[in-house]
């Protein structure tokens, strides 16, 4: 355990360019999202998996790309979504956050119980006209295994990924992250492969977390036998741009008739970001001020 580390994530090559690895330390960063949307155990390990793994999607962005992972299932959870940008922030939910099941037999939080069958979406907006998304169906349901599937399948790129997430008995999130490694163009045919065995004789990405590593170290244990080089590391932290002004843009949007309606039955209005959970709260004289500037704009 080790709270105080910051969360980062960092990117680097070994094998003298042949491989090329992304680390993400994420405690913090799930932990807000576990607190802020209540998640139960399982649903906290379920939607910290997806975040580190878009986490490190956004490490690999520019300026303002953005990338966002959803995932719609059949088992409890119904769905997950989370995106990122280039900067480090990152935000998501599951669409039904209270999902707790007994370990699984070997003594995991049950993931892939949580999600069941479905079909992993990603997509990309690079700034180019129209965001650019693809899909494939979960494997496994753990997630891990989905998104290495995901990179060979929709991006040609072979990766081992690997995503954890320790919760403790009240639901706090211990630790958390992840890494993937992926063979670029020209790598020895079985390198991926090398690594893959590698990893198998290290202990669970989330333990690795737990006894003290941030995204550096977990880079350098996960790549250490190939000379491991950090290019760079990012800060990343929960965060959403959801504000009062974007919710008052939305009521604006609504119409007359609608704010109309708030005022009368209710004399204020409720609305909660999906994303974060963040509640903003609009009183009778917000909206009237919001309707004159409707009825302004109208003539
Ligand atoms: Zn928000």
Redesign the pocket.
Known sequence: MNQMRHDSVVHGVAANGALRGIGVRSTLTVDEARRRHDLWATAAAALGRALSATAMFGAMLKGDERVAVQIICQGPLESIYADSDSRGHV?GYARNPHVDFELSAAGKLDVARAIGEGTLYVTRDLGLKEPYTSSVPLISGELGQDFAYYLVKSEQTPSVVSLGVLVAPDFSVQAAGGFIIQALPGAEPNLLEQVEAHVKTLSPVSSIVDAGADAKDILQTVLGPWQATVLAERPLAFH???SHERFERALITLGAEEVQDMIDQVGRAELV?N??N?RYLFNSEQLQDILATIKNSAQ
Request: overall charge negative; hydrophobic content about 10%; charged content about 40%.
């Open positions: 935000r959403c741009d959801c970001c994303f974060c963040e």
